[in-house]
C-alpha cells in the first residue's frame, strides 16, 4: 500500500508543480526534492512490501506511507488556503493575498510543514539506500504488475472465470440434481459442507441455474446468509426476489408488516408454489431456525439448498431421509493442473521451462478452486521467459495450509496488483459483508477520491472501467449481477477477499467502519464508512485527514443537526459525501465550505432547496439529488465547471403528474461542457433544449416536460451528443405529440437505452437505425395500426428488452418472421384496442419472458405462442375476464394447454389493494 499511496502522490505533486509554480513561490524547490526522493524510492517499495517477515522493512514502510500521507493534506491544505482565490480570479493579485496577515500566517505555517517532511523523507531515504544495498532491488516478479490488460472483455471474461471454476463439477451437479429433482412432495434440504475456497457457491448456482432446476420449480431464490445476518432484511429480500421474478412490484403493506406478518406472508405464498430456495453462506444453526419458519409444512415440492463450512449446521436440518449432505472434496491432481493451465496459460499445455515450477506452485494450492484461480490470475501476468519470477512467486508462498493458505495466495494476488489498483480494492472494504457494489457509482467515488489516473482521450469512466476488468481478471472482485444485454451491474467481494483488504486498510489507516459499537473515531481516519448506527457519537476526532464518508443504514437516522456538528469536527478535506437516504430536511451550511468536495449525494433525503453556497463548491464533478424535494437549481449551479454528473428528479408536488419528475435549471447549463450525465432536466423553454446539445460529453440524458414545438430544436441538439448512451424523452402532458421526425437525423451510433413517453405520429426513422440499442420503451406512444410498429423494429439487430406500454390503439400485433432475433424480454401493457397477438416460426427465438398487462379485449391465448421454446414466464395481468378464466381453467388434454405446457412459468393475477394476487397454472 506504500508504493500505491506513493504513486498517487507523486501525481499530485506532478500535477502542481505544472499548474501552480507561481503560487508555490520559495515552496518550489522542497515541493520538488520530495517528489524526487519519492520517485527514487517508489522502485523498492514493491519488493519491500512483499517482505512481511522483515520488521525493519515494515517499520520503514510505515513511514514512508504516513509521510506520504501527510505530505497529501499539506498539499490539500496548502490548495484549500490558497488556491481557492486562484479559482475565484484572483491569481496575479497574488500580493494582496499574501500581503494580508492571516495569509501570512497559514503561508508561513504551511512552509513550516513542508520543510518538516523535506527534512523527514530525507531521513526516510537514507534509510532506504541502507536496505537497497543490503536487499538489493529486484525487478524480477514485478515487472509484468505495471501492465494492466485493459482491453479484456468483461463478458468473455467473467465467463472464463466461470467455466475455469467449473473443473471436475460434473460429477457432483448430477448427484445434486439427482436429489434436487426427485419426485418427493415434501420440503427437502440438501447441505453442501466444505472449507472455505472448494467451490461449494460455484457448485450450487450451477445448479440453481440449470435449465431443468429452472423448468421443475415456479419459485426460485438465492439469499446469502452470512455471520452477520438480520432475520428482516433475509425476508425482505426474499419477498423482493418472488416478485421480481413474476415482474410485479412488492405489495406496499409489506413495509409496515412486523416478523410475523412478514412470515406469513411468505408461507402464503410458497405454499402454492413448488419452489427452490438457496441459503448460501450459512454460519450458525441459529439462521437456519430462524429461517426454515417461513417455509410451508404443506405437501408441496419445496427444495432448500444449504451452503456451510460447518459440519453441524449442515446436519441441523435433520430432515431424515429428506435430508442429504454432500461434502465438497478439493479438486484431484489431474483437475487442479486443467484448471491451472486454463486460468493461467488460457490453454491445456504449460510451456516446458515452467512446468517444475508451476507443479511445485500448484502443489501448494492443495486442490483449493479458488487459491488456484487466485494464483493463477497473478502467474498468467507474468513473463512466461523469465522462470526466476515464478521461483520467486514459489518463495512468497509461505508454509500455511488451509483456510490461511488461501488468504496467503490472495495476499500474493494483492502484492501483485499495480500501484493505481490497490487504492481501489482497498476502498471497498467500506461496504458491508455481501453488499451489491453498484459499478457505476463505485465508479464515479473512485474518480472523485483521484484513483482513477487520467489519459489523454480516454474518459475517467471508461479508464475506471478498465480498472474493474483487471480486478475481475485477477479473480479479486466478482460479478454480482449482468444487465440483460451483458453488461456489469453490480459486483461483490468474496469473504476471504474480504478480510484481507479490510485488515490491509485498517493496518495502513486507510478505511474504517463505524458501527453500533462505535462512540469515538480512530486517531486518524481517511476514509470513513458507517454501518447501521444506533447512538450518534458524542465525540469527534481524527476527522482533519478525513477524505470521504458514506452511510449504508441507520437505525436512529441521521439528521441535519448530526451532519452540522461533524462537519464542524474539522473534514475540510473531504472529497466525498454519500448521505444517500439520511433523514435530512436542508444542507448545512458547513457542506459550503468543502473547498475540495467532489462527490455529493442526497438522494433520497428531505432536501427541498439547492441554496445560492452551491457555486463555492468549484471541485464538485457528482450531485445526485434524486428522490429529493428539489424542483429547481439556482443560477450558480453554473459555476461548477468540473461537473461531470448531475442527477435530478425528484418527489416534489408536481402539478403536473404526467411528466416524468424534474427539476428546472437555468439559462446557460450548456456551459457545464464536461457533464457527462444529466438526468431530469425539464424543458421549459426551447433554449434550454438547444442549450442540451452544447454538452457534447453527455452519456447519458433524461429530458422531460417537452412540447410539440421543441421537437426540431431537440434532434439538432441529439445531433452533436454522439457520444449517448442513454436517453430518456418526456412529454410536458399526456396529449402532448413529442415530435421527432423532421430532415434532421440523429446519428446515436453508441446508444443502448431508449424510453420516449408521448404521443408518437409514428415510429421515428432515426429510432429504427439504431444498431446498438438493447432496450427501448414507447410509453404512451398510441400508434395506429397502419403503423408497422413490430415490423419497423423487428430489425433492431441487439435488441433484448421491448416495453409497449399504451403505444399501440391496433387490434392486431403481428411478430414476422425472423424478427427480434435477440429479444429476451417483451412487456405490451394496456394496448387497450389490441385482440390478438400472433407470433410466426422464426421470430423471437431468444424470448425468456412475457408480460401481458390489462389488455382487456384480449379473449385468445397469442397464436402461434408453442414457437417460443425458450419462453420461461408467461404472465397475465388483469386482462379480460374470459381470458383470465379461460387460463386458469385449461384442461390438460387441451389444445390450448399443449400450446403453454412447454413454458415453465404461467401466471394470471389481478391488482388488489395495492398489489397483485394471482395464481400459477
Known sequence: MAESVVGFLIN??????????????????????????????????????????????????KQVREVAYDTEDVLDDFTFRFARGYMDGFYGKAGKIYNSIKNLKARHQISLEIKDIRARVGE????????????????????????ANPDFDIRAQSLFIEEAQLVGIGKPKAELMSKILDDHSQLKVVSVVGMGGLGKTTLVKKVYDDVAVKKQFQSHAWITVSQNFQFRDIIKNLIQQLYDEIRLPVPRRVESMDDKMLIEFVRDFLQKRRYILVLDDVWSIAAWEAIKCVLPDCDITGRVVLTTRIADVASAPCLGSLHFIYKMKPLSDEESWTLFCNRTFQSNDCPPNLEEVAKKILKKCEGLPLAIVAIGGVLALKDKEK?????????DFGGEADGNRIKRVLLLSYNDLPCYLKSCLLYLSIYPEDYPIDVDVIFLKWIALGFVEEKGGITSTDIAMRYMKELINRSLIQVKSTLDDGTLNTCGIHDFVREIIASKSKEQSFTTVATRYYTRWPEKVRHLAIHNFTDNPQEFSGLKCLRSVVIFGYEDPLKTTFLSKFLRGGPKLLKVLDLDGANLDSIPKHVFKLFHLRYLNLARTGVKIIPKSIGKLQNLEVINLGGTNVTELPVEILNLRKLRSLHLGGVGDYSNEYAIGGCKCPLGIGKLISLEELYGIEADSDKIVMEVGKLTQLRGLAITKLRREDGKELLSSLSRLTNLRDLIISC????????????????????????????LERVPQWVTSLQSL???????????????????????????????????????????????????????VQLTRLKWVRVEEESMPSLRDVHLVGCKLMQELP???????????????????????????????????QTISHIPQVFTGHWIDGHWEGTFL
Not at 30 to 44: C, N, R, T
Not at 389 to 395: G, P, R
Not at 743 to 754: A, E
Not at 865 to 890: A, R, Y
Open 124 to 147: 526516510i531515504s537514507e534509510r532506504y539506500r541502507r536496505y537497497q544495498s543490503q536487499y538489493g532491488t529486484q525487478d524480477r516478479g514485478f515487472s509484468s504488475s505495471g501492465q
Open 863 to 897: 397464436s402461434g405462442i408453442q414457437n417460443l421454446t425458450g419462453l420461461q414466464f408467461l404472465g397475465f395481468f388483469d386482462m379480460s375476464d374470459e381470458l383470465m378464466q379461460k387460463v386458469q381453467n385449461l384442461d390438460q388434454q387441451s389444445e390450448d394447454y
Open 732 to 759: 410536458i402532458e399526456e396529449d402532448e405529440t413529442l415530435d421527432l421526425q423532421h430532415s434532421v437525423s440523429p446519428k446515436l451510433g453508441f446508444l443502448t437505452r431508449l424510453m420516449l413517453k408521448g404521443r
Open 774 to 828: 438493447r432496450h427501448l420503451w414507447l410509453d404512451n406512444s398510441r400508434l395506429r395500426e397502419d403503423e408497422n410498429v413490430i415490423g419497423s423494429l423487428g430489425h433492431l439487430p441487439n435488441l433484448v428488452s421491448l416495453g409497449l406500454y399504451g403505444a399501440y390503439e391496433g387490434e392486431t400485433l403481428c411478430f414476422e418472421v425472423g424478427g427480434f432475433q435477440k429479444l429476451q424480454n417483451l412487456e405490451l
Open 387 to 395: 522462470t526466476d519470477e515464478w521461483e520467486m512467486t514459489l518463495h
Open 12 to 61: 499530485q505533486l506532478s500535477t502542481l508543480l505544472s499548474q501552480e509554480i507561481t503560487l508555490l513561490g520559495g515552496l518550489k524547490s522542497d515541493v520538488q526534492f520530495i517528489k524526487d526522493e519519492l520517485e527514487s524510492m517508489k522502485a523498492f517499495l514493491r519488493e519491500a512490501e512483499a517482505k512481511e517477515d522483515n520488521s525493519q522493512l515494515q517499520v520503514w514502510l
